[in-house]
């Protein structure tokens, strides 16, 4: 590597995205983690330098991947689609799946690799079930666009939309152990609201999970 590529300033926890903040606050320093859809490491970079984690990161994208090896990161090229079965059992403490899982072509099979490969399993998503989506739909019968969920129907990557409960039902199905959970506002601050009530089904902007098999709960 050039020792004029530029790296970043180690980030000061405010200077994480708030949902992102909330994900780092759940995984315990000196972890091994394997962060996917890492984007440009933003997350990554966090924990290697503030929780002293053995980091790891996939990343689809080659800028994405690129900005990443430019500030230190271990990151590959690939999807959580195709490459996650190639991993171990067990082989992190923490796998992180952030704004990602509505991107997958399946999603319940990466959640059964994201369970099998780490003992804990960070999972956030946008929520389809949000007011804000349901308004919009009604008054205007289109596909609403959000802050959380910007882009047009016609050149979104998010395939499988869907609400804080069904994912919650399909947790049950893949007998997925919801360890913790934390509901979202547009910004990514913390509700205090039950995920498997109506209420934060209808409030909440984003789901924040974290999961295990029920061979790892505790």
């Not at 399993?121 to 079930?129: D, K, L, Q, Y």
Request: with cysteine.
């Amino acid at each position: 590597m050039s020792p004029d590529a530029p790296f970043l300033a180690p980030q000061k926890p405010a200077a994480l995205r708030e949902d992102l903040r909330l994900v780092a606050d759940m995984i315990m320093p000196g972890s091994r983690v394997l962060d996917l859809g890492c984007g440009d490491g933003e997350l990554l970079y966090f924990l290697v330098h503030h929780k002293n984690v053995d980091g790891r990161g996939m990343e689809l994208s080659q800028g994405g991947v690129n900005a990443c090896v430019r500030n230190g990161l271990s990151v590959i090229q690939g999807d959580a689609d195709n490459d996650l079965r190639d991993y171990p059992t067990q082989a992190f403490d923490y796998i992180v799946l952030s704004q990602t899982l509505q991107a997958t072509r399946h999603p319940h099979e990466v959640l059964r690799h994201l369970v099998r490969i780490g003992r804990h399993a960070i999972v956030s998503f946008p929520n389809f079930g949000h007011w804000r989506m349901r308004l919009r739909l009604l008054k205007e019968g289109r596909m609403p666009r959000t802050p959380v969920l910007p882009h047009h129907w016609y050149d979104t990557p998010n395939i499988h939309l869907c609400t804080i409960l069904d994912f919650i039902d399909l947790c049950d199905e893949e007998s997925i152990v919801v360890e913790r959970n934390v509901t979202l506002d547009e910004q990514g601050r913390a509700y205090r609201l039950d995920p498997r009530g109506r209420l934060a089904n209808l409030l909440a902007a984003q789901g924040l999970f974290m999961l295990a098999g029920k061979e790892n709960s505790h």
